[in-house]
């Protein structure tokens, strides 16, 4: 879980300057030092990465 939670970490900082549909998935790869193809692992999209984190904080 550590690749993924790396992940969203990269995901809120970029977050918190962006808006979604500004977001790349190559942009946030880099920010977390993975490749692209590790994402897909994990997600669908930048959308399901979010609508995953709002389904975690909820049930939290």
Do not use: C, P
């Amino acid at each position: 879980m550590f690749t993924k939670e790396n992940i969203i970490i990269a995901f809120w900082e970029i977050y918190r300057e962006k808006s979604i549909n500004k977001i790349t998935i190559k942009e946030l790869m880099d920010k977390a030092g993975y490749h692209r193809s590790v994402f897909y692992t994990y997600f669908k999209d930048i959308y399901d990465l979010l609508e995953q984190e709002q389904e975690d904080f909820f049930i939290r």
